[in-house]
């Protein structure tokens, strides 16, 4: 069975931990939650399965498994690096041809074997779109 999202699981984990009850039943922690205690033991069943059978099962038992798998799925999302190009990016370039000049040609011949980085990319996407508005307002 797949466990719940981060997002309703980091909500059980801060009402279990703001509980002041040592034992926390499933029937009480369900009241504390808002949920079905059986909709609820199906869901934490993923953590422990005997969870499901026992009534005077204790929820606190299965927190340190829970705030490990959200810690871990946490630390599994890539965190992506946003590229932005900056006006100080476009100040050595006037226009795309001077771009191409600068960064596909060695001592005026075009150099087939260059390559391109993601900025150098984004900094022409710019220079085109640029390019693009001041046709338009000849028009």
Same mark, same amino acid.
């Given at each position: 069975?797949?466990?719940?999202?981060?997002?309703?699981?980091?909500?059980?984990?801060? #009402?279990?931990?703001?509980?002041?009850?040592?034992?926390?039943?499933?029937? #009480?922690?369900?009241?504390?939650?808002?949920?079905?205690?059986? #909709?609820?033991?199906?869901?934490?069943?993923?953590?422990?399965?005997?969870?499901?059978?026992?009534?005077?099962?204790?929820?606190?038992?299965?927190?340190?498994?829970?705030?490990?798998?959200?810690?871990?799925?946490?630390?599994?999302?890539?965190? =992506?690096?946003?590229?932005?190009?900056?006006?100080?990016?476009?100040?050595?370039?006037?226009?795309?041809?001077?771009?191409?000049?600068?960064?596909? =040609?060695?001592?005026?011949?075009?150099?087939?074997?260059?390559?391109?980085?993601?900025?150098?990319?984004?900094?022409?996407?710019?220079?085109?779109?640029?390019?693009?508005?001041?046709?338009?307002?000849?028009?």
């Amino acid at each position: 069975m797949k466990p719940l999202s981060l997002s309703v699981l980091k909500k059980y984990i801060n #009402a279990i931990n703001k509980d002041k009850r040592k034992v926390l039943s499933l029937d #009480a922690f369900s009241k504390v939650v808002g949920v079905y205690p059986d #909709a609820l033991a199906e869901q934490l069943s993923f953590f422990d399965p005997m969870l499901a059978m026992s009534v005077d099962y204790n929820v606190r038992d299965i927190l340190p498994m829970m705030e490990k798998y959200v810690l871990e799925e946490e630390s599994k999302k890539e965190k =992506t690096v946003r590229r932005v190009v900056s006006k100080k990016d476009l100040l050595p370039y006037s226009s795309i041809q001077e771009f191409i000049y600068d960064r596909l =040609t060695f001592d005026g011949i075009v150099d087939k074997s260059a390559e391109l980085s993601d900025k150098d990319l984004k900094i022409l996407k710019k220079l085109i779109n640029e390019e693009l508005g001041k046709r338009k307002k000849k028009k």
